[in-house]
C-alpha cells in the first residue's frame, strides 16, 4: 500500500494499492499495516491480512521493504530472515536511477544519499546481504538462502 502516485506501468490493486494519505493513516490506526514507514514523502506500508493468511498455511512470504519496515518485521517476527539487496555500487544505483526515465535530478541525489544510510544500516541490522550486479544471480543467491 502506498501513497504515491502509480507510475505509468503500475496497475492499481497489482503492483500497489494506492491511497491517500488518509486512508493510509487510518490503516496505521486501525493495526491493519503489518509494517509501514515514509519514503521520499511518500507512505508505504504491508496489508497484514494477506500476509498473516499465507503464514497461516504454513507459507513462506517475501516482503519487498525498507529499513524500517524491515526493523519492525524483525521486532514482531524475531525468526524472519532479511536479506537486504545491495546495489554493486553508487554509481551503478545512479546509472540505474537515472536510466528509469522517471526519476528527476534532485530526485536521484535524493535516493542516493538514503541508499548509503541504508546500505550502512543494513550491515549491522540484516541476516544476509547480497550484491545485486547481474539479477539471476542475486536471485539465485537469495533462492539459497531462503531455502536454509
Same mark, same amino acid.
Given at each position: 500500500?502506498?501513497?504515491?502516485?502509480?507510475?505509468?506501468?503500475?496497475?492499481?490493486? =497489482?503492483?500497489? %494499492?494506492?491511497? +491517500? !494519505?488518509?486512508?493510509?493513516? #487510518?490503516?496505521?490506526?486501525?493495526?491493519?499495516?503489518?509494517?509501514?514507514?515514509?519514503?521520499?514523502?511518500?507512505?508505504?506500508? +504491508?496489508?497484514?491480512?494477506?500476509?498473516?493468511? %499465507?503464514?497461516? =498455511?504454513?507459507?513462506?512470504? *517475501?516482503?519487498?521493504? @525498507?529499513?524500517?519496515?524491515?526493523?519492525?518485521?524483525?521486532? #514482531?517476527?524475531?525468526?524472519?530472515?532479511?536479506?537486504? *539487496?545491495?546495489?554493486? #555500487? *553508487?554509481?551503478?544505483? @545512479? %546509472? !540505474?536511477?537515472?536510466?528509469?526515465?522517471?526519476?528527476?535530478?534532485?530526485? =536521484?541525489? !535524493?535516493?542516493?544519499?538514503?541508499?548509503?544510510?541504508?546500505?550502512?544500516?543494513?550491515?549491522? #541490522?540484516?541476516? %544476509?546481504?547480497?550484491?545485486?550486479?547481474?539479477?539471476?544471480?542475486?536471485?539465485?543467491?537469495? +533462492?539459497?538462502? *531462503?531455502?536454509?
Amino acid at each position: 500500500m502506498t501513497t504515491r502516485p502509480p507510475r505509468p506501468s503500475e496497475v492499481a490493486g =497489482v503492483d500497489y %494499492h494506492f491511497v +491517500t !494519505r488518509e486512508e493510509f493513516e #487510518s490503516a496505521v490506526a486501525a493495526g491493519k499495516l503489518l509494517e509501514w514507514a515514509e519514503y521520499g514523502g511518500n507512505l508505504y506500508g +504491508t496489508p497484514r491480512d494477506p500476509v498473516i493468511a %499465507h503464514l497461516d =498455511v504454513g507459507e513462506n512470504v *517475501l516482503l519487498d521493504i @525498507e529499513n524500517d519496515g524491515a526493523g519492525q518485521i524483525k521486532a #514482531s517476527y524475531p525468526e524472519a530472515v532479511l536479506v537486504f *539487496l545491495v546495489p554493486p #555500487s *553508487l554509481v551503478e544505483l @545512479e %546509472h !540505474r536511477l537515472r536510466n528509469r526515465g522517471d526519476t528527476n535530478d534532485a530526485e =536521484v541525489r !535524493r535516493r542516493l544519499a538514503v541508499a548509503e544510510s541504508q546500505i550502512a544500516d543494513a550491515e549491522s #541490522s540484516f541476516d %544476509h546481504l547480497v550484491v545485486n550486479d547481474e539479477i539471476a544471480a542475486a536471485a539465485t543467491e537469495v +533462492t539459497g538462502i *531462503l531455502k536454509l
